[in-house]
Structures are given as C-alpha cells and as structure tokens.
T-cell receptor, first 110, second 114 residues
C-alpha cells in the first residue's frame, strides 16, 4: 500500500520562529490529509489537499501539495506554544483506509 | 468533545486476559476505523467497518477481532493479551466510506498489560 515518510521526526522551534515539516511519497497520491495530535490527546483533522500545487492556509498554517502530487508540506509561521504536538500527514490507501506517516513531533522553546 | 465516544478511557489488565474496547461513532457516520498507537509511535491501522460490514483490514493480529453492530457502535476485542499490546487504541469515524472527509477520532482507550 501507499506509504508516506515525514521529515523531520522531531522539530525544536524557538517561539516566534517559522518551521516546515514535509511528507514524501514515492508514488502519486490522490489526496493527502493533515492531522494534529496534542500531547495526551487524539488526532484532529486539519485539512485535505486534492489538487496538484494546491495551497491552503489556516491562520498561521500553510499547507501545500506538490505539483507532482508526491509530496506535501506544512509551514507554520511565528510558532506559538499552542503549536506543540505531533503533526501527521495521511493518505488514503486501498480499501479507503487512511495510512499515516510517522509524524513530526514539534517542541516549542519559549 | 469530538462526537466519537470511546470507553473505557483506561484499562489495566494482566497478560493472557481478554478485553473489549467500545466505540460509538459520530452521529450519522457509517464508517468506523480502529487504530493502534504505541508509545511515541505512529498510528497503525487495524480494521475498518462500514454500516456493519468489514471493509478493510490492516496488520491486525489474529488475537484481535472487531465488529460493528446495527446501531453502528463498534467493539474491538483483544485476547490472549501480551505486554506488547500495551498501547493507545483509537476509534475514528467518517461520514462516508468513500469521499473527501477527514476522520473524527475519539479520545482513545489506553490499554496497559501487566
């Protein structure tokens, strides 16, 4: 089935700085979803990208789907302590199951 | 409250035992998915049900089984438990079997096998 690799695995960010996490696949993806899981919490759906080159914004979060639909990125500007958590990308695989990447764990230094 | 209800929240049991985890999907959602998340690990897909029927299976152990009932709630049964089964078990639901909808996750059941 389709698999996605997320990098980096860990991201230490100074509060106020920007950072980007990436999701890469060796195959073309029909769509990609992003989720956020706060420490001790459950994954929460953030967004879905479908079109080649698509860019969507949610306040300080910018999501992008690559032109070849093989990668995606999540960029967060002016990081805040509320951004702490693990960000997962996920892709639909055979049988409509959602396959998650390994996640990027974000730690914010105040 | 996400609308997906999982019980119990915590479960501590001994090796060799059997437990049942319960999930009530969000109102109107027909699909239920079960995921396992071990400590500091990603989310591993176990199984999917749609309107009472099994639709997809992941790397679910033979000791594990699940079902979805007519009222759409689902149960995940874990038997002959081993220490390595200790994990967070999440249930998620979605509006349709096929479609561009994100999953809504429950708060999870934390299983500790001692």
């Amino acid at each position: 089935g389709q698999q996605v690799m997320q990098i980096p695995q860990y991201q230490h960010v100074q509060e106020g700085e920007d950072f980007t996490t990436y999701c890469n696949s060796s195959t073309t993806l029909s769509n990609i979803q992003w989720y956020k899981q706060r420490p001790g919490g459950h994954p929460v759906f953030l967004i879905q990208l479908v079109k080649s080159g698509e860019v969507k914004k949610q306040k300080r979060l910018t999501f992008q789907f690559g032109e070849a639909k093989k990668n995606s990125s999540l960029h967060i500007t002016a990081t805040q302590t509320t951004d702490v958590g693990t960000y997962f990308c996920a892709v639909k695989a055979a049988g409509n199951k959602l396959t998650f990447g390994g996640g990027t764990r974000v730690l914010v230094k105040p | 409250d996400s609308g997906v209800t999982q019980t119990p929240k915590h479960l501590i049991t001994a090796t060799g035992q059997r437990v049942t985890l319960r999930c009530s999907p969000r109102s109107g959602d027909l699909s239920v998915y079960w995921y396992q998340q071990s400590l500091d690990q990603g989310l591993q897909f176990l199984i999917q049900y749609y309107n009472g029927e099994e639709r997809a299976k992941g790397n679910i152990l033979e000791r594990f089984s699940a079902q979805q009932f007519p009222d759409l709630h689902s149960e995940l049964n874990l038997s002959s438990l081993e220490l390595g089964d200790s994990a967070l078990y999440f249930c998620a639901s979605s509006a349709r079997q096929q479609g561009n909808y994100g999953y809504t996750f429950g708060s999870g059941t934390r299983l500790t096998v001692v």
